[in-house]
């Protein structure tokens, strides 16, 4: 219970920008590969938006990783599998200005090009059909 309560005061702080610094700590492996194993521990997608996400699909990781840097974990159910991927490049480039435009020392998780082609295909696997 106090896990999920840190869990969850984590997510809240971080999205007003409070505790980012912390909760996205990464530390350089050489050659820019990154050790999330901090971040990992902050985040349980077993207590966070279940509902949403399959929490048995490594995907789900990923994309609460990624996603929560800007806005809350999105419903696959909110766009169609046609609508996924131009929706996540749009969100993935704005990510990238977003970090360049930082000079507070904040770290950004940008997903590599393997990372990104997992986050579309588990969203448009899961999206609304065109029926919805």
């Given at each position: 219970?106090?896990?999920?309560?840190?869990?969850?005061?984590?997510?809240?702080?971080?999205?007003f920008g409070l505790f980012r610094g912390i909760d996205y700590w990464v530390e350089e492996k050489g050659?820019?590969?990154?050790d999330l194993s901090f971040t990992q521990?902050?985040?349980?997608p077993e207590s966070y938006?279940?509902?949403?996400?399959d929490v048995n699909d490594t995907r789900t990781h990923l994309i609460i990783k990624v996603c929560v840097q800007c806005h809350d974990v999105p419903?696959?159910?909110?766009?169609?599998?046609?609508e996924w991927p131009p929706v996540v490049e749009k969100m993935l480039t704005a990510l990238e200005e977003k970090?360049?435009?930082?000079?507070?020392?904040?770290?950004?998780?940008?997903?590599?090009t393997e990372e990104r082609e997992?986050?579309?295909a588990y969203l448009s696997e899961n999206a609304k059909s065109n029926e919805d």
């Open positions: 219970m106090f896990k999920n309560i840190l869990i969850l005061l984590g997510f809240t702080l971080a999205g050659a820019g590969k990154k521990q902050l985040v349980d938006r279940s509902e949403f996400l419903t696959p159910k909110a766009h169609t599998a046609e970090r360049r435009a930082d000079f507070t020392g904040q770290i950004w998780i940008i997903p590599t997992k986050i579309i």
